[in-house]
């Protein structure tokens, strides 16, 4: 599913180069569950960051389903992105003056789909992220849970196969961040592929994770 | 992408972020109403012009002495009959009167209301009046303007003219002018030439010039040439020579305010382009985070461009729409005085409704095309960035 060969990212300063993932190399099966833990500026944010598009690499390369996705032309990237991988940011990265249901419509303004289908996929979304009861809210007006179910069910509207969380607990309390690591078990349940860079303890032990890859100065140890 | 959902979209994103956007429209139907006001202004008054042109005589003769006119000897007038193609010949009698206390002054126009005339606006006049009645004692037609002074210096229904021998001709008003005509006739009084001529000073044997038609085109060239050659101190000018300087001077008026247009178009420019650039960080952000969810560039332009052009449609609308309602309905308050500033008489013009669909285009084109590429240049070059550095 996502294929990770002698990838490494560095960020140019004007006269220093900073490495801020070193030569890594990873597997992810359709259907795992894998936790990238490491401290802050370890580097699993950037290398979500890069399997879901938003950046390109220094060197190396990310297949998803066989396709070099940084290499592919803007159209088609996009597409891949849209199709296959849902993202859950850390801040949520809402609309803020959209209500929840237009933010969750969002990844398939483009898809061609008409809006009667569109509403129809973002109904079972909300459902699956249990934020259907405040669709008509502004996202302005949710508290940090309600927000996050909304980013949960934004990323889920498109049935992607592969959902990447980046910190996704980082501003919720434990009540909220229980909820999501439940939501995550039945996406989990669907045979999505979901990989988490978090380092928040309460995903240390779950059950149902397949793999926890610590992450160490942009390394995978 | 899909029309009805790309459209849901955009709605939402115009109405829910109105207050973004209004400052922008307000902007922009300022500028856009200036403009066509100027221009609506300034094409009326051309058009008002060459109505009145049309009515003019062909051709005007007169007598220079160092290089100003003096008056005409009337017998100039018969060797024009003996020209082959010359029709209409008038002599005319007229000059400024000066109004000393309030430092205006009245154009008197005397009138043979016996010969035929070469201007088609006064023999209109002549037609629609009764001369019999007209004759009957001194008496003059006045323009809206002159009507309207003389009734504030409380003069109603007559005038006391002081003629150059010290004498006082009072001159009764018969009628007012028609108002299409204002803006010549704004400051005119018509009388008896022989009535003109006293208070004016001309004798008997002499006018201010004369006028007449040559009713082929062909012929004016070779006319001018042909009259010039009959006096040395003969100046004679056509109605094209009259109906350039006309043009000339409202071009020229339209020029200036259209440089101070452009100069304000390129500031709205630069605001935009400001606004849009890397300045706007939400705007950068919101960006960022559709090419995040999968939108594609194009997807990104397509949204960004439909939102400008529903924006411009809107301010373009309102704009030319309450810039036609400024200027011919309420007849341009402030701005006509800037037009036709420095006249002697206040004018009360009325513009006549004339919208020209070039010019239309133009406003839109010289709007439309910097507003765009004020918002698509800076929105592409975020669009075209990793979606990570647009979010940060």
């Not at chain 1, 959902?163 to 989990?188: Q, V, Y």
């Not at chain 1, 303890?201 to 890859?213: S, V």
């Not at chain 2, 005319?92 to 005339?117: A, H, N, P, T, W």
């Not at chain 2, 969810?293 to 052009?309: A, H, M, P, Q, R």
Request: charged share 20%; hydrophobic share 45%; proline share 3%.
């Amino acid at each position: 599913m996502i294929k990770i060969e002698n990838l490494s990212k560095s960020f140019y300063n004007e006269n220093s180069e900073t490495e801020i993932l070193k030569n890594i190399n990873l597997n992810i099966k359709k259907g795992e569950l894998v936790i990238l833990k490491g401290v802050s500026g370890s580097g699993k944010t950037t290398l979500l960051s890069l399997i879901a598009g938003l950046d390109k690499p220094s060197s190396g390369k990310i297949l998803i389903d066989q396709e070099p996705l940084s290499k592919l032309p803007d159209f088609f990237a996009s597409k891949v992105r849209a199709k296959k991988i849902g993202i859950i940011f850390q801040h949520f990265n809402l609309f803020e003056h959209l209500s929840v249901e237009e933010n969750v419509i969002l990844p398939l303004i483009p898809s061609g789909l008409k809006m009667k289908e569109i509403e129809e996929k973002a109904k079972i979304a909300m459902n699956l992220a249990n934020i259907s009861h405040k669709k008509a809210l502004k996202a302005s007006h949710l508290s940090g849970g309600e927000k996050q179910r909304t980013a949960i069910a934004r990323a889920l509207v498109a049935n992607p196969d592969i959902i990447l969380c980046d910190e996704p607990t980082a501003n919720l309390d434990r009540e909220n961040s229980l909820g999501f690591i439940e939501t995550i078990k039945e996406l989990h349940t669907m045979n999505k592929t979901i990989v988490i860079a978090t380092h928040d303890p309460l995903f240390e032990n779950l059950e149902f994770t397949n793999r926890i890859i610590p992450m160490v100065d942009g390394q995978i140890v | 992408m899909n029309s009805n959902a790309f459209w849901h979209f955009m709605t939402l994103q115009l109405f829910k972020e109105k207050s973004k956007h209004i400052s922008v429209v307000l902007l922009s139907i300022t500028i856009l109403f200036l403009l066509s006001s100027i221009l609506f202004i300034s094409s009326s008054i051309r058009f008002s012009l060459m109505q009145t042109l049309e009515q003019q005589p062909d051709f005007v003769i007169n007598k220079l002495q160092g290089g100003r006119a003096i008056a005409t000897p009337l017998d100039w007038s018969d060797e024009l009959y003996d020209i082959y193609g010359v029709s209409k010949i008038t002599p005319r009698v007229y000059g400024r009167y000066f109004f000393k206390e309030k430092e205006k002054s009245f154009l008197i126009i005397g009138v043979d209301f016996m010969e035929e005339q070469s201007h088609k606006s006064l023999e209109k006049v002549i037609n629609s009046t009764d001369i019999k009645a007209f004759l009957e004692k001194n008496q003059m037609m006045v323009g809206e303007g002159v009507k309207r002074y003389l009734k504030e210096n409380y003069y109603e229904n007559s005038y006391k003219f002081l003629t150059p021998k010290g004498e006082f001709k009072s001159v009764s008003i018969f009628k007012t002018l028609a108002k299409q005509t204002d803006l010549i006739a704004n400051d005119m009084i018509i009388m008896p030439i022989d009535l003109a001529r006293q208070i004016l000073g001309y004798s008997q044997d002499e006018v201010s010039d004369i006028t007449f038609n040559v009713p082929n085109p062909d012929e004016w060239t070779l006319m001018s040439d042909k009259l010039q050659a009959l006096h040395y101190d003969l100046r004679v000018v056509n109605k094209n020579e009259v109906k350039k300087s006309y043009e000339n001077l409202y071009n020229y008026k339209g020029g200036v305010f259209l440089i101070l247009f452009l100069i304000v178009l390129i500031t709205f420019s630069l605001i935009l382009y400001q606004r849009y650039s890397m300045v706007y960080s939400s705007e950068k952000r919101q960006i960022g985070l559709l090419r995040a969810l999968g939108w594609s560039i194009n997807d990104v332009l397509k949204l960004k461009f439909t939102e400008t052009t529903i924006l411009i449609m809107i301010s373009y609308t309102i704009g030319i729409s309450l810039a036609y309602l400024f200027v011919f309905v309420f007849n341009a308050p402030l701005l006509k005085e800037l037009f036709l500033g420095g006249e002697n008489l206040k004018n009360q013009l009325e513009f006549i409704p004339m919208v020209d669909f070039s010019i239309l285009t133009s406003i839109f084109l010289l709007y439309a095309l910097p507003f765009i590429a004020s918002v698509i240049i800076p929105v592409w070059k975020i669009a075209v960035t990793d979606p990570k550095e647009a979010m940060l």
